[in-house]
């Protein structure tokens, strides 16, 4: 709230007869002087000393009209000076205020602009995180199914391990027993041939015996056919399923291999994401405080700019007043001016003889006539934020 207080103390004269006030700026020996003149008129007692006396008094007063009117013209010429030099519609014109006021205008627009395109860029960013993170998750669920299946092929494995083992034991175990009836099967031999060799030769005729040599190298055979067999399918069920579960456990490392590299590129696309995201954060941030300087300082120098046009309106209503009473001044110097010419006219006349009525003389302004009066004008605006929103002006007239 600005409060702005002028103040001018006026001297006001009463004319008894006119019934009316008149501001004047004038000397109170003026006043005096007419008064003597009045007084000199009612008691002039001879005719040429009155004669004399209002030569005097006409010459005193000529000059005094001439020196008024120098100071007229010295008045008026200080007001087309001032009025040359202190134009309102100059002090009006902010034209250049309006321009650097757009240009900043636009400005905070642009930085506006710029922040929302950050905004939408974030946005956008964690839309992708998220789209990114949605696959992370599926790949991890994809990766976690790949290791469970893993770790069951690996217990497939070790299944085919314990059963090759099996099988190793069972043919070694085999091995053991072809040996065990080779082994029977020499003693067996060798004691038939100890045995029929100490026995006498009888030649019968009779029907040719059975040939246990024959008959023991075909079970021979065929135990070593059979345990052949069996051990050939054995080695190739073995690797057979060596084979496949080897097929297995290779595209489940291909598979394996690929998920991790696929992991390792989510997580440093995610990695990377993070980083611009938080880039774009700081980005935002470092715009926003800028956003908040420039706001700042634009609001500072907009205030300075409506305190400026303040200063320059409260200029403006001291010069209005300024001139109001300059104006008021010179009414009154052409009110004296107009006065001295009827006195002039009326002096000329007595001096031409003419009869004229010493009532209708220049009228008297009595010393306890003048009063002093004071005007006090206050301008009061309200200003909200650099801005002026309400203004009144306030006039107090005191009598001193």
Same mark, same amino acid.
């Given at each position: ?15 008894? #007869? ?8 004038? =000397? ?24 004399? *006396? ?36 100059? =002090?009006?014109?902010? #034209? ?66 314990? $059963? ?77 399923? *060596? ?13 394996? @291999? ?25 980005? @935002? ?14 609001? *500072? ?70 009063? @002093?009066? $004071? ?11 650099? @801005?002026?929103? =309400? ?10």
């Amino acid at each position: 709230m600005h409060q702005i207080t002028t103040g001018e103390i006026t001297p006001i004269g009463h004319h008894e #007869s006119g019934g009316h006030g008149t501001r004047i700026s004038t =000397s109170r020996h003026m006043v005096n002087y007419g008064s003597d003149l009045a007084a000199g008129i009612l008691c002039a007692g001879n005719e040429k000393m009155t004669m004399q *006396s209002l030569n005097d008094r006409l010459a005193s007063y000529l000059e005094k009209v001439r020196s008024l009117e120098q100071s007229n013209s010295k008045l008026e010429l200080q007001i087309k000076h001032w009025y040359e030099a202190n134009t309102p519609g100059t =002090s009006r014109d902010h #034209s250049a205020y309006w321009k650097q006021i757009q240009e900043l205008q636009n400005q905070i627009k642009d930085a506006q602009l710029q922040n929302a395109r950050c905004v939408l860029q974030i946005d956008n960013a964690k839309l992708a995180v998220e789209d990114f993170r949605l696959k992370f998750e599926a790949e991890r669920r994809l990766r976690l199914a790949v290791e469970a299946d893993l770790q069951g092929l690996h217990k497939v494995f070790d299944e085919l391990n314990l $059963r090759k083992t099996d099988l190793e034991i069972q043919i070694e175990e085999l091995n053991k027993d072809r040996h065990l009836l080779q082994k029977e099967h020499e003693e067996e031999v060798k004691s038939l041939r100890a045995h029929l060799g100490k026995n006498v030769n009888v030649e019968v005729d009779a029907a040719p015996g059975l040939n246990l040599g024959a008959i023991m190298n075909e079970m021979r055979q065929k135990h070593e056919a059979m345990a052949q067999e069996n051990l050939q399918k054995a080695k190739e069920q073995y690797e057979l399923q *060596s084979e496949t579960l080897q097929q297995q456990v290779t595209l489940s490392t291909e598979e394996l @291999k690929g998920a991790k590299d696929e992991a390792k590129q989510l997580r440093n696309s995610c990695q990377s994401l993070d980083i611009e995201l938080q880039s774009q954060h700081n980005m @935002k941030d470092a715009l926003e405080h800028t956003l908040e300087e420039t706001t700042a300082r634009y609001s *500072s120098l907009l205030a300075n700019i409506q305190r400026q046009l303040n200063f320059l309106e409260d200029q403006l209503v001291q010069i209005q007043m300024d001139t109001e009473r300059q104006s008021n001044e010179y009414n009154i110097l052409l009110n004296i001016k107009t006065r001295l010419e009827q006195e002039i006219a009326t002096y000329r006349r007595l001096l031409e003889g003419e009869d004229v009525n010493t009532d209708y003389l220049l009228s008297t302004l009595e010393e306890g006539d003048i009063k @002093k009066t $004071r005007k006090i004008k206050t301008v009061v605006q309200e200003v909200v934020d650099g @801005k002026v929103v =309400s203004s009144e002006v306030r006039e107090v007239e005191e009598v001193m």
